[in-house]
């Protein structure tokens, strides 16, 4: 087996010189000495001075029984003896003693020890060279049991300079070596660098470690440090409380939201502060046209009388004087007019008659003079016949409305607001509360929301502005017939007699022709069905003059139907 010894000739285990005889390599016969090859269960003994001790008082050897190695058994080529030199005498030893008892036993498979040897070495198996291959002898470091022993010294008698070995090419260092695992101990498997000089190669890397250790140590507390500074100066120091909070938006709003909504018809929405000689009030209008007109109630800029002054402020803050262009207290609708004011925002219209109940709507107005109140809730109903006004007790002031009820928020100062739909279009102009304590009534008085508001729609609303701003007044559709408002059964009733002798049916008017007549009580408008006079004429005036209507009526028990054009009046 090739171990990584040198490749050059190597002389066999037997061939160490000793003092007092001859050292020869390699035998060229069996001599008496060694004999032939010995049997199974014989040893083999070689003759050896143990000059480590004291020299042997005579040229008697000292036999040390070896166990049979299979170095025997390959016999390498036989050498030349070299030629005999002349005995040096050997000094006379004193008696030395023996180094171990001797074994009583005779214990296999040393026997017993000679007295003047010490106790043999274990035999260790060695590699087997292949044949041909020369062997080093005993002075290259090993003796024939792989132990490493110490060579003879050059000036001890008998030494004799082992032959000079052939010159090898130096193998070329490996990283992997071939092990043997009963060779002498020599160089690891692989090659762990150059060695370290002193402990210099460990103290540098601990400098190094610890120069690491410093620098990490130096940055992880450069950023704490670091932190801390600027969290006291975020927050004004470790003790001062400092509550998280969400940062800005942009603000963006969908457009059917309640805030877009808002956003989108604020612009077009003013406040009107009105005073009289006797009386004030605060109200809410909208922008109609880039011409400065604005619509509201009649009962908002009522107070102002003939001589009164009416301030409108603008969502952004800016006022301006106004004048009311026309009036009318049967539809409670009334329009101002400012003059000298720029870059007007006019609110668009909607038709009421597609409001569905349910749909979400916006009111927007001024309650109680807090100017651009948002509130927001659905239609609740449509075609709620409603009346309010009435303070003069003549019935001029009256207002009849086929209103939408919703449920958003309206208190005084609501009056005259749009109410808007998702596009932020009007379907409707905010007129009356059904106050807990005092039933229906206008937003004049102080009674608060209870979730009953009602609008006047916006397709008579345009009508009516219209011709107040055309002609300065309304007109209303008529039938031509007087009711009898003290009847409490179900329907109008037609007057029986009229007052201070006038006719109850208008000669040559619309009921005239139809073949209305005086006691007749009129049950139906177009199929849907009416159950008193004040609910006939807000039936009535949903519709503009000129317009065709179905009338149901009941005459001596028996049901009629008649059809009939609308008449016009002016409004007051």
């Known amino acids: 087996m090739e171990d990584g010894k040198s490749t050059g000739p190597k002389a066999t285990w037997w061939s160490r010189p000793a003092p007092g005889r001859t050292t020869r390599t390699a035998p060229d016969e069996p001599s008496p000495a060694e004999g032939t090859a010995p049997t199974a269960g014989t040893t083999d003994a070689t003759v050896v001075a143990d000059t480590r001790n004291a020299p042997v008082a005579d040229a008697t050897e000292a036999r040390v029984h070896l166990a049979d190695t299979p170095a025997r058994a390959a016999t390498p080529e036989p050498v030349p003896p070299p030629a005999p030199e002349p005995m040096a005498p050997v000094p006379a030893a004193r008696p030395v003693a023996p180094l171990h008892q001797p074994d009583e036993y005779s214990?296999?498979?040393?026997?017993?020890?000679?007295?003047?040897?010490?106790?043999?070495?274990?035999?260790?198996?060695?590699?087997?060279?292949?044949?041909?291959?020369?062997?080093?002898?005993?002075?290259?470091?090993?003796?024939?049991?792989?132990?490493?022993?110490?060579?003879?010294?050059?000036?001890?008698?008998?030494?004799?300079?082992?032959?000079?070995?052939?010159?090898?090419?130096?193998?070329?260092?490996?990283?992997?070596?071939?092990?043997?695992?009963?060779?002498?101990?020599?160089?690891?498997?692989?090659?762990?660098?150059?060695?370290?000089?002193?402990?210099?190669?460990?103290?540098k890397n601990r400098r190094g470690s610890l120069l690491i250790g410093a620098v990490l140590l130096a940055l992880v507390a450069g950023g704490i440090g670091g932190g801390i500074g600027a969290y006291i100066e975020r927050n004004g120091g470790l003790t001062r409380v400092e509550l998280p909070q969400t940062g800005r938006n942009s603000g963006g709003r969908a457009p059917d939201s309640v805030a877009g909504i808002a956003a989108s018809a604020l612009p077009s929405v003013v406040t009107l502060h009105v005073s009289g000689t006797t009386e004030s009030g605060t109200g809410t209008g909208f922008v109609l046209d880039n011409s400065g007109h604005i619509l509201t109630n009649n009962h908002v800029v009522a107070p102002a009388g003939s001589g009164g002054e009416i301030t409108v402020t603008f969502s952004g803050g800016e006022t301006a004087r106004a004048e009311v262009v026309g009036k009318d207290s049967g539809y409670d609708l009334a329009v101002v007019k400012v003059t000298g004011v720029s870059g007007l925002k006019p609110l668009p219209l909607g038709n009421s008659d597609n409001v569905q109940v349910g749909d979400p709507v916006v009111a927007i107005g001024a309650p109680f003079d807090l100017s651009n109140t948002v509130t927001s809730g659905i239609i609740s109903a449509k075609d709620r016949p409603i009346t309010a006004g009435g303070e003069k007790g003549d019935g001029s002031d009256v207002s009849y409305v086929d209103a939408l009820q919703t449920d958003a928020p309206i208190n005084p100062g609501n009056s005259g607001g749009p109410l808007v739909d998702t596009d932020a279009h009007v379907i409707g102009i905010n007129s009356a509360i059904r106050a807990a304590d005092s039933g229906s009534s206008t937003e004049g008085g102080q009674s608060g929301s209870i979730g009953l508001g009602f609008a006047i729609p916006i397709n008579q609303g345009k009508r009516v502005a219209e011709e107040l701003i055309n002609t300065g007044k309304a007109t209303h559709p008529v039938i031509g017939v007087t009711l009898d408002m003290k009847y409490t059964g179900d329907g109008a009733k037609v007057d029986e007699k009229g007052a201070a002798g006038k006719p109850v049916v208008t000669p040559g008017g619309p009921g005239a022709k139809a073949g209305i007549k005086p006691g007749d009580v009129i049950t139906e408008v177009d199929g849907r069905r009416v159950h008193s006079g004040e609910e006939l004429i807000v039936k009535i005036r949903a519709h503009r003059p000129g317009d065709r209507l179905d009338l149901g009526l009941t005459r001596g028990g028996k049901d009629l139907s008649i059809s009939l054009t609308l008449g016009s009046a002016s409004g007051t």
């Open 107 to 203: 214990t296999p498979p040393y026997g017993g020890p000679g007295p003047w040897a010490p106790a043999p070495p274990v035999q260790r198996p060695v590699p087997t060279p292949a044949h041909g291959t020369p062997v080093p002898g005993q002075h290259a470091g090993t003796n024939g049991a792989g132990l490493p022993t110490a060579p003879a010294h050059p000036t001890a008698p008998g030494f004799t300079p082992p032959p000079p070995l052939p010159q090898q090419p130096q193998a070329q260092p490996t990283q992997w070596l071939p092990y043997d695992p009963w060779g002498a101990p020599r160089q690891p498997l692989t090659n762990p660098g150059p060695p370290l000089g002193a402990d210099g190669g460990r103290k």
